[in-house]
Structure formats: C-alpha cells, structure tokens
C-alpha cells in the first residue's frame, strides 16, 4: 500500500456527519487504488480561499508534512477547478501528487474498464477533466493523466500542449460512442415488448451479486468500490415462468462527475428502459439515507426518477442491529430484506417481481388455428402462458405479455 494523506474542507454550511462519511469513502476509493491514507486534515474556513481553496499557508503546511513522513500523494476530498488545482501542484512541486476525488475515481474506473465502450467512456471523461488541468511539462503531465490521452516521454522540455490535438481525441471519442449508441437503441428496440427489470444503488451494494442470484450467470464479484462498470442484461425466467430480461448496472457515488455521468448514458440507458428499478442499498452502511439521497438524485438527472421501483436492503447477514430494521419498515413499508452472499430472503424478492410483472402485463387468450402451430414456440418463449387446451380446430392458449408482444403474436398467426 502506499501511504498518503487526506486532505478535507469545512465551511459553515459543511454537514459534518456528511464529511465524515466522505473522509471514509474516500479511504475506501484510495485503497481500491493501492493507497492506505495514513492521516486526514480537516481545515476549518468560512469561505473557499480564491487561489488555492484551503489558503497557502495550509497547503505549505500539508506539503511539508508529506515530505517528513515521506508520503508522494495528497488527496483532495473535494473537486478542484483547474485554477485551484495548478496552484496546489505547484506548491506541492514535482515529487508530490495532488489527487482530487474526481480524479481518484476517474483513476479507478480507468483500472476497471475491461470492455471497448467503457474504455471510451472513460477516456473521454477523463481528457475532458485534465484539458483545463494540463500543466508546463510532459513529465507532470504523464503523471497527473495516468497514461490516457498522452503524448510526448519523460524527456521532452517544456512545450505547448496542443489543445486542438486533444479536441480531435474528443470528437472521436464521441462520434465512437454515439455509433454504440446507435447500436444499443438498436438492441432495445428488438426487446421493446420484453419486461424489463434494471439492478441500481450504490457501489459495493451488492448488485452484482444479487445479479447472479437471479440469473444464474457468472459475474465479476469483488469487495471494492466500482468492481464492474459494464451493464449485463440476461433473459431469465422467474417461479411463474414470467419471462424478464435482467439488467446489472455501473454503481453510483455521491458527486459522482458529471462529465464521467455524461460518458456513461449509453450505459445507463438500460435504466432509463427499464419497466421496473430495484434499488439495492447496503443495510450495513453507516451512511443509509446518504446513499438513497445519491441514488434518487442520480436517477433524477438520468430522468428515471418517476419510474417504479422497489427498495431492497442487502447485507442482512452482517446487520444484526434490530432496531435499524423497524426504522427502515416504516419508513419504507414495501421494501425488502435479502442477503445475497447467504442467499436470504431471495425468494421473496423473486415474489415482488412477480407480483410487479403480473401487475403490469395482461391476461390474453387466443385460439391458434393448427396452421399457425410453427409460432407457438414463439408464444412459450415470449410469455407467460397460464393455460392451454387442444381443440378440434384449435389450441386455445391463454397468457400474460405486454400489449405490444400480443399484437406481434396476433400478427404472426395465418
């Protein structure tokens, strides 16, 4: 692990249970990166100082402290402009790095990308947040860009960062993205009749593995913040035969960049068509409240806000404190408790998509003449039947599916 300090601001209007909670996710992000921050400050003003956001004499402070006890990185718990941020590094000099959280998770998301798209993704937010940061030399620069986006080596002198060189990587980067975009409207529209369910919530809460839960397929699972990045959606069909696809979507963070938001839309989007959100919190958190504000403000500017839901508390399996759950029962009288590591509960949460699909779809029956019997493949694929009769003339079937897959069946019958 390497060592580093944290460094955090308070203000008057600074909810101080909040900026602790802060000071912990942010030890909990460093260390998904290989740091262990060994120390935090906290430095107390009444305004944001106009040049170097916590005051020089601070920052001097900090620096000199890093450099006693050897620590190379300085963590900033806030998101700095580029102005405050090159006045900082330039304190700090050139043996020191200053990481600000919006840079700590760009870094890991950087790390975690595994497939093309997210690799885009995060590369575009990534040059977007650093064009406005980029400092005199190449070397600073290969430090503070982490590889994406760079060019030029270590020994080039001081040079001019050309800026339309860096626009044009944008551009590319967009026109990419909007080409897998095009794509997955594409592939949604083709599910368009298909019930959706999307998996949402805060990182590390579990929604990968209740994913598994429910399909059965094998994910990534890993006790860290941002594990997965990629949305997974898999057919599945529940105990009623109901047929649903399944979506297992990037976590949220409280001021998560907008610009890294932005990147990921064509990701997110699987939220945004989804019929049904299960919103999976972990129980065991300090921080529960915090955590439902940040998914509900998420889905607010994803435009998914007034979508139905369901709140599932995970993680019962390490909460033993009863009194949390009579709190959350009345607060929120329709959630559910579930853990997914011991597999608790799981069968009342597969109940309460049931219950959700059933409530959204309707009961339809048909009489499918004998020479219409190829599609009938189709029909069990695509619905939930609930009764068949095999008549004279005909195969009377009776079904649960959405309006639009009805008029496909009743389109395809001779």
Not at 178 to 191: D, N, Y
Not at 202 to 220: E, P, Q, R, V
Not at 323 to 351: E, P
């Amino acid at each position: 692990m390497i060592k580093s300090l944290l460094l955090s601001l308070s203000l008057p209007t600074t909810n101080q249970d909040d900026l602790n909670e802060e000071i912990e996710e942010m030890k909990r992000l460093a260390n998904t990166l290989g740091y262990s921050i060994e120390s935090s400050s906290i430095q107390n003003k009444q305004t944001i100082d106009s040049a170097t956001y916590f005051g020089k004499g601070k920052i001097e402070n900090i620096v000199n402290q890093c450099k006693e006890l050897k620590y190379n990185t300085i963590f900033i718990n806030n998101e700095l402009d580029p102005g405050h941020f090159k006045r900082i590094q330039k304190i700090a000099g050139e043996k020191i790095f200053i990481i600000d959280r919006t840079k700590l998770i760009l870094d890991i998301f950087t790390k975690h990308a595994k497939t093309i798209e997210s690799k885009k993704q995060v590369q575009l937010a990534a040059i977007q947040y650093m064009m406005p940061r980029l400092i005199g030399q190449w070397t600073h620069l290969e430090r503070q860009m982490g590889g994406v986006g760079t060019r030029g080596g270590p020994g080039e002198k001081q040079i001019e960062i050309d800026r339309r060189l860096l626009r044009k990587d944008i551009n590319k980067l967009k026109k990419d993205l909007l080409q897998i975009e095009k794509q997955r409207t594409t592939q949604r529209k083709s599910r368009k009749t298909v019930y959706k369910v999307a998996l949402v919530g805060y990182t590390n809460a579990g929604k990968s593995s209740i994913f598994k839960n429910l399909s059965g397929h094998k994910t990534y699972i890993k006790d860290e913040l941002f594990a997965t990045l990629d949305t997974t959606t898999k057919n599945i069909s529940l105990d009623d035969k109901s047929k649903i696809l399944l979506s297992d979507t990037v976590g949220f963070l409280r001021n998560l960049p907008t610009d890294l938001i932005a990147s990921f839309r064509s990701t997110l989007g699987e939220i945004k068509d989804a019929n049904l959100l299960l919103k999976i919190i972990d129980i065991s958190s300090s921080d529960i409240n915090g955590h439902i504000k940040t998914i509900e403000d998420t889905l607010k500017l994803l435009e998914c806000d007034k979508k139905k839901s369901i709140i599932v508390f995970n993680k019962i399996d390490i909460e033993s404190d009863n009194s949390i759950y009579k709190k959350l029962k009345v607060k929120y009288k329709s959630c559910i408790f579930i853990s997914s590591l011991k597999k608790l509960n799981i069968n009342i949460l597969i109940k309460a998509i049931i219950d959700q699909v059933n409530e959204d779809l309707n009961i339809y029956t048909i009489k499918l003449p004998y020479n219409s019997i190829s599609i009938i493949d189709y029909i069990y694929s695509n619905t939930n039947v609930i009764d068949r009769k095999d008549e004279f003339n005909y195969i009377k079937l009776s079904f649960r599916t959405s309006d639009g897959m009805y008029n496909k069946i009743l389109k395809k019958i001779k």
